[in-house]
């Protein structure tokens, strides 16, 4: 079994001291900033003027622009968009590192895929959080916090694999529990868990599965609460306490409705599927894409997302959460979360 770190196992004197530098005040950026704040650390925001840029204010930090905050900060950690992160860096960041300094991410894409290539004088580690950045905030709040994986490309000062542990728990992922890893796999295993299970797979079963009823001549509210709204209850079981904690809640007809069908959904042909997403992760075929992607100014992920947004279980769903008013309490920051 792997070593997980907690608290307790951590000493976080080697980042106290230093001054900290959140760039972006997005999901991540604002529930990291104002996590180490909150656990005794100095941090700054670093941001372009904006709607970040106000919330970060408001929410009482010390900001200055992306390039200012660099030129401070002995910890500069980069909570950007990954497809943006390269040109921000190129212009306002390296110019202002110097040995020593420690350059920090919350995912291993850019480097790992050759688009920010660190100086060889600065420490480089990557913290992250295994969750949306709103729940990485409103867990803390809640005195709890979201697992992460930490993990060292480049040690030049001797510390930083504690500057990493250190950080982790400021933003309150040991009181969860903290993994190492390396950038290769934090990136191709988060890369392969947002297409294949979380993300991609996920929507791609609930639509299948509301079509596959609404085609049949079923209501389509009837098909949004089984196929969508119910999703959550089922996967709250799960993550408290396991396929078996959750099997052990619903019905035996369900359970075994569970165990004969769900292989015919999910078989062979899909675990088949799944292996050539990770071998386009793995060979950067999937980088690539979305780089270009990106530099040709997104046509592709434009036109699927008007698409999408179109969709019956779109119309449905917001017609029905309109009268479940408590879904949406608290979570209006939340709207653009992504498990990214
Ligand atoms: P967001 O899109 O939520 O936030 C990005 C922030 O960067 C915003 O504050 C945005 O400000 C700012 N920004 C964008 N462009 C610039 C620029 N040119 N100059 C200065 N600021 C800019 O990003 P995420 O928090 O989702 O992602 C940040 C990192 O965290 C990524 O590496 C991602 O992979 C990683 N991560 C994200 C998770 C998540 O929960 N979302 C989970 C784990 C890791 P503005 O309002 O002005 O656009
Ligand atoms: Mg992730
Ligand atoms: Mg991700």
């Given amino acids: 079994m792997a070593k997980v770190y907690y608290n307790n ?7 106290q001291g230093k001054k900290i530098a959140i760039l972006g005040y997005g999901s ?3 529930a990291h900033a104002s996590n180490l704040k909150d656990s005794g650390f100095d941090v700054i925001v670093g941001i372009r003027p904006g709607k970040s840029y106000d919330q970060a204010v408001e929410d009482g930090h010390e900001v200055y622009s992306v390039q200012e905050a660099s030129a401070k900060a002995d910890i500069i950690m980069i909570l950007l968009p990954d497809e943006r ?3 921000v860096y190129e212009n306002e960041v390296k110019p202002e590192l110097s040995a020593g300094k420690a350059l ?7 480097v790992h895929f050759n688009q920010i290539v ?19 905030r409103r867990t803390f709040e809640q005195g709890a916090g979201v697992p992460a994986l930490f993990a060292v490309y480049q040690d030049a ?3 930083a694999r504690d500057l990493a542990l250190a950080y982790a728990k400021g933003v309150g992922g040991a009181r969860a529990g903290v993994l190492e890893t390396t950038f290769q796999e934090e990136t191709e295993t988060d890369l392969f868990g947002e297409q294949a299970v979380l993300c991609g797979g996920t929507t791609a079963l609930v639509k299948a599965g509301f079509e596959t009823l609404v085609e049949a001549g079923y209501q389509p509210e009837v098909a949004y609460f089984e196929c969508l709204h119910e999703l959550k209850l089922i996967v709250d079981l799960m993550y408290e306490d396991g396929l078996a904690g959750m099997r052990y809640s619903i019905s035996d007809t369900a359970q075994w409705g569970d165990f004969v069908s769900g292989p015919r959904v999910v078989n062979a042909d899909t675990k088949a599927r799944m292996k050539d997403i990770l071998e386009d992760i793995q060979t950067g075929k999937f980088a690539k894409g979305w780089l270009l992607e990106n530099q040709l100014n997104r046509p592709e992920f434009n036109a699927i997302n008007r698409r999408e947004s179109e969709h ?4 449905v769903g917001q017609e029905l959460r309109e009268m479940m008013p408590f ?8 709207a653009k979360e992504v498990v990214s």
């Fill in 312 to 315: 019956l279980i779109e119309k």
């Fill in 85 to 87: 992160q390269t040109a």
């Fill in 157 to 159: 000062t001797g510390q």
């Fill in 118 to 136: 660190p100086p060889s004088d600065v420490d480089v580690f990557l913290v992250a959080p295994k969750g949306p950045g709103h729940l990485v």
């Fill in 9 to 15: 196992e951590i000493n976080e004197s080697v980042l």
């Fill in 28 to 30: 991540q950026g604002h």
């Fill in 104 to 110: 920090v991410f919350a995912h291993g894409f850019n």
């Fill in 327 to 334: 879904v949406k309490a608290g979570k209006k920051k939340a």
